[in-house]
């Protein structure tokens, strides 16, 4: 069985052909795990014993012909994603030990589908960062090119589909934690319209930002995934009623050149052209755009994202779950636990929001992003009204860095320049891979971003796979 | 605007003990942040925020679920308990 070659539509078909079992396939998995993750450090946690057992019973319902798209396929897990009974620790200290109490909604989904859960990957600490240096755990290594970083904060899940120990896995995306580490992996990467999967029981961040989704290989196993977890939850008051879109076929491709010219490296852009023409010869119209509040997106993001983590995050205080130290009064119970549980960028993070949301600047920072960010969503819903159809930009500026090279946080905060205001739009994005480029001898993959307006999934996936069959 | 952030002051509000050293790092760190994100004060807003895509959910004022279901789960989360609560440290401590 050759792993690397292996997608979800080609274990399906191999599978339902009873060209191997979900079993067999499982235990390539985990050996393959076993040789590799030692080295890699994609997983926190495997599951054997229970991979296996869920493998059985997904070979049981193969046999009698109960097939749902997923049944016996190995996925792989962000450790942000509640799985009950299951320790789900965002690889923080703060909840080193703390076994979910329930079942996430996207996690029921993959259960009611036969699907078998390989294990926990590894992320930046409650999925803050953009290569997973910020994990209490250690970093993970890029299957690429074990010297630079995977990408983050959903690297664990990039490097374990990458690097062919999952066939492909969730990870979850608040500013480009999903396509920054597709992009730098060499994968597809995808952040679904704000509300179009559930987000009950995924440790939240930025609650008006995150979105689960999936990592794979090919456009078309993003596809069954995303269709395997999307769809209304009654558990999340933001999610969107279900709705049959329908989106004609995609024919106009919008270009913010303005945007992403300064700042991306000289042969990124060239591979982010090359791939332009292509699209072209293939039948599209290219377009200008200008999208002139774009650029503060990343501002916006690191007011509006440090605020949500500093609310959401008042919750860890030794009380009622996760890491505690006990001291006399009950202040001290809560600044030691946190002080103790957290990690530096979690820290930073939590202060600015605290800053941000404070009495006397509450008014310049926080309702001033809120405004902007307003702005930026409109910009994008006007585009689209004008008859574009798709928004593309590189993923990312440069592709994956050498581990810590930088540790200035804004100069990290720059890797999501062109996720962000996707996000901040709550608008849908797929990263697909888009070329090499060479860096000290080694070729490394980048990313190719398309942007839809909301609920225009499908348009992401025929744009998508255009770049992939033009990719050859 | 920010040039002068009271660090001290700031992890206090965040329940956050933090030692002097690292206080002295996030002194540089925090206004620097600042710095960047300040960009945005340049911007000229013209949309009006409707943000019509959040509203407020409100599930019907009934029972969710049966009362005590979720007990045991939740209290053995718990780092301190004494029969069916959650153990704390006392909020307010009387004068000695």
Redesign the interface.
């Known amino acids: 069985m050759d792993l690397s070659k292996l997608t979800i539509a080609e274990a399906r078909r191999a599978l339902d052909a009873k060209e191997f079992s979900s079993v067999e396939l499982t235990r390539e998995y985990l050996s393959a795990i076993k040789e590799k993750n030692a080295d890699i450090h994609a997983y926190l946690e495997t599951w054997e014993e229970s991979a296996l057992a869920e493998a059985n019973a997904a070979d049981d319902r193969i046999a009698k012909g109960s097939i749902a798209s997923l049944t016996g396929i190995p996925l792989a897990m962000k450790d942000n994603i509640l799985i009950e009974g299951r320790i789900a620790s965002a690889a923080s200290k703060m909840l080193e030990n703390?076994?979910a109490?329930y079942d996430s909604t996207v996690t029921v989904k993959l259960k009611e589908a036969g699907t078998v859960f390989l294990g926990r990957t590894n992320m930046d600490e409650f999925a803050m960062g953009s290569s997973t240096e910020n994990s209490a755990y250690g970093p993970t290594k890029n299957p690429v090119d074990t010297s630079r970083v995977p990408g983050g904060s959903s690297g664990g899940s990039a490097a374990a589909v990458a690097g062919d120990m999952a066939v492909a896995a969730l990870g979850s995306d608040t500013g480009g934690s999903i396509r920054q580490p597709a992009s730098l992996t060499g994968l597809v990467g995808m952040k679904p319209t704000?509300?179009a999967v559930s987000r009950f029981g995924l440790i939240a961040m930025g609650s008006?930002l995150d979105q689960i989704g999936p990592l794979t290989k090919t456009v078309a196993d993003a596809k069954i995934l995303f269709e395997a977890i999307r769809g209304h939850d009654?558990n999340d008051?933001?999610s969107l009623p279900n709705r049959e879109e329908t989106v004609r076929k995609p024919k106009v491709i919008g270009v913010p050149r303005a945007f992403f010219n300064s700042g991306v490296e000289k042969d990124v852009l060239d591979q982010f052209e090359k791939k332009l023409a292509l699209l072209q010869t293939a039948g599209y119209e290219l377009r200008d755009i200008e999208l002139p509040?774009a650029p503060?997106g990343l501002?916006?993001y690191?007011?509006v994202m440090p605020a949500e983590v500093?609310t959401n995050l008042?919750r860890l205080?030794?009380?009622?779950?996760?890491h505690?130290v006990?001291?006399?009064?009950?202040?001290?119970?809560?600044?030691?636990s946190?002080?103790t549980g957290?990690g530096a960028e979690t820290?930073?993070r939590?202060?600015?929001?605290?800053?941000?949301l404070?009495a006397g600047y509450a008014d310049?920072?926080y309702r001033?992003?809120?405004?902007?960010?307003?702005?930026i969503?409109?910009e994008f819903v006007r585009s689209f009204e004008s008859g574009i159809d798709a928004i593309v930009t590189p993923t990312t500026p440069s592709p994956a860095f050498t581990f810590g090279s930088k540790s200035?946080?804004?100069a990290m905060?720059a890797e999501d320049v062109f996720s962000v205001p996707v996000n901040l739009a709550?608008v849908p994005a797929i990263s697909v891979p888009g070329g090499t480029v060479e860096r000290d001898g080694k070729k490394l993959p980048i990313g190719f971003q398309i942007i839809a307006p909301?609920r225009g999934e499908e348009t992401l996936f025929t744009i998508g796979e255009d770049v992939e069959k033009a990719n050859g | 605007m920010s040039d002068a952030v009271d660090i001290k002051a700031l992890a206090k509000l965040a329940r956050l003990e933090v030692s002097d050293a690292e206080v002295a790092k996030l002194e540089t760190e925090v206004p620097g942040i600042l710095a960047f994100v300040e960009t945005i004060q340049k911007v000229q807003v013209s949309v009006v925020a409707t943000e019509d895509s959040l509203r407020n959910v409100v599930r019907p004022d009934d029972n969710a679920y049966e009362g005590g279901k979720y007990t045991e789960i939740l209290l053995n989360a718990a780092p301190a308990r004494e029969g069916n609560r959650i153990a704390v440290k006392q909020v307010i401590s009387r004068k000695k």
């Open positions: 703390y076994h109490t704000y509300g008006s009654a008051s933001t509040t503060y501002a916006v690191y007011i500093s008042g205080d030794g009380i009622r779950y996760g505690s006990q001291a006399e009064q009950l202040y001290d119970v809560y600044a030691k946190r002080a957290f820290r930073r939590v202060l600015v929001g605290t800053f941000v404070s310049a920072y001033k992003a809120k405004a902007v960010r307003a702005e969503r409109s200035d946080p804004v905060y709550g909301h």
